[in-house]
């Protein structure tokens, strides 16, 4: 596996009943690009092929666990050399990150700080996430003058409902760890210095399960949500990446979600 750049990848726990810890190292942000995303769906598609690994814990370096997606400001040169329209730079991004849905083993995200934009997005890959009073989830899309993105049309409504979902797309509202935890974004609540340990405890508990029971009842729970989400990705890059009236973008040059919205 590996070697990674912007990933840390180990183990821990007993025999065949191991847990993996996936650890993002891009602080303080922990921004994403398609490298990153690139990284973890290698990690977590080697740890599918690891008969040790029961379940999997993402988690992150610095203040944010991912602040959002940077998709370059179409500075950046292609294999030709010639410069990345930043719609295909989109487009790539969210179809590699379509890869960190078809995974079979169970994820646990332990959010310790910020989920905003794209790190909402990455952070509802999981099937469960660990938060503390000091998270803060946000879909601030519409502030900064476009579409959700990552495929979250899809995977918020279908964790805390639509009405809470359109309520957090239509505010941009910053919803805190406590917040999170009664409207069942977030599945566990500890203070910020215990998250990891408790994301890490819960993956333990799923470990100790039959894996083959792990990954065929998951993939029932799952059902089609990797083809779901495939279907909005192929549709949110031309909502996302389109020029828009200057008076309704505050950000849009830069389309680092979140970037403003951290703290």
């Known amino acids: 596996m590996g070697p990674f750049k ?19 190292r891009r602080p303080p942000n922990n921004f994403f690009d398609i490298a990153l995303i ?20 993402l988690a992150a370096q610095g203040k944010a ?17 010639q410069r990345v329209d930043r719609d295909i730079a989109v487009q790539h991004l969210y ?17 310790h700080g910020a989920a905003v934009g794209g790190g909402l997005g990455l952070a509802m890959v999981a099937d469960f996430r660990v938060a503390c009073p000091e998270t803060r989830f946000a879909a601030n899309f519409t502030r900064l003058g476009f579409h959700p993105g990552f495929g979250l ?10 009405s809470k ?42 470990a100790e399960n039959s894996p083959l ?21 192929e549709h949110e890059p031309h909502l996302i990446a389109s020029p828009m009236r200057a008076d309704d973008v505050k950000c849009y040059p830069a389309l680092q979600v979140g970037a403003t919205d951290i703290a």
């Open 65 to 81: 666990f991912c602040a959002g997606a940077n998709f370059g400001d179409g500075s950046q040169l292609g294999k030709d050399g």
């Open 213 to 233: 029971g792990l990954i065929s009842t998951r993939a029932t729970m799952r059902g089609d949500l990797a083809d779901r989400v495939r279907a909005a990705t």
């Open 6 to 24: 912007d990933v840390g990848v180990e183990k821990t726990g007993q025999g065949n009943a191991k847990v993996a810890l996936i650890e993002m």
């Open 165 to 206: 979902a359109a309520m957090m797309f239509y505010t941009s509202r910053r919803v805190t760890g406590e917040d999170a935890f009664a409207m069942g974004l977030a599945d566990v609540l500890v203070p910020q210095d215990q998250v990891r340990t408790a994301a890490l405890k819960l993956a333990a508990e799923i």
């Open 153 to 162: 049309t899809v995977t918020l409504p279908l964790v805390i409902g639509a």
């Open 38 to 57: 690139q990284e973890i769906a290698a990690a977590l598609e080697a740890l599918d092929n690891d008969t040790e690994c029961r379940s999997i814990v």
């Open 95 to 111: 179809i590699e990150g379509n890869r960190l849905f078809r995974t079979k083993k169970p994820i646990i995200c332990a959010v």
